[in-house]
């Protein structure tokens, strides 16, 4: 599966929001790129679970030539019904969001894009299991469902205390909402917006500043 740029965002964003320590859980890993970027900025110790599996091998290829692999260990299966070996302090998960949209032809690719296997609501009680008391969870979703998501998480308990809007650029309007979860209730939660690319075609000041410790070229 292709790497995207609001995936990099995502991991960039939530790796500044994560403590130095603890235990973390990576749902739906793809190809391990969540993990490594918040393995290269937190000294947690990492799990990632990852269920297609030519996906899960190139997982098992990046973070056995990563520098933190001593502290990755990764999963095949299907988080629904896999015996995790949890809690975890932290938990990211960027989810197959499409409910009722048009699919390819490819069953994999529908599989990763598509909540047929990993529907929102089956995701938020599975966080409500694996998350500590004082956990936080990080979750990127189209803005659309934002909303719909928040409901489903308050459900089991879980509220956001911040959320980023992306925008591609000026003139677009919101098309994604990275949102941070944690069991505290809270009654302002602080929300900015990032736009990625400027009218000129060039990574704006603010993104090429958040991936800068991740991109070979900003």
Request: contains cysteine; neutral net charge.
């Amino acid at each position: 599966m292709k790497v995207c740029t609001d995936s990099c965002t995502f991991g960039a964003w939530f790796a500044n929001r994560m403590d130095t320590g603890g235990k973390a859980l990576d749902i739906g890993a793809g190809s391990g790129l969540l993990t490594l970027m918040l393995a290269q900025k937190s000294g947690a110790v990492f799990h990632a679970i990852e269920i297609d599996e030519p996906s899960f091998l190139q997982m098992e290829e990046n973070v056995g030539q990563s520098p933190w692999k001593n502290r990755i260990r990764v999963f095949h299966g299907d988080v629904n019904n896999y015996a995790l070996p949890g809690p975890y302090d932290f938990i990211i998960c960027n989810p197959p969001f499409y409910e009722d949209d048009l699919k390819s032809d490819n069953k994999r690719i529908n599989f990763a894009k598509h909540d047929a296997g990993l529907t929102l609501g089956k995701l938020t009680r599975i966080v409500n299991d694996q998350l500590t008391t004082s956990g936080s969870f990080g979750i990127l979703l189209p803005y659309a469902r934002t909303g719909e998501f928040e409901q489903l998480a308050a459900s089991v308990g879980l509220f956001p205390q911040e959320k980023l809007l992306l925008r591609q650029t000026r003139r677009h309007g919101f098309f994604r909402c990275l949102l941070l979860f944690s069991r505290c209730s809270s009654t302002f939660v602080p929300t900015s917006e990032l736009v990625i690319k400027e009218e000129d075609g060039n990574y704006s000041e603010a993104f090429s500043a958040l991936l800068r410790p991740y991109y070979l070229h900003l």
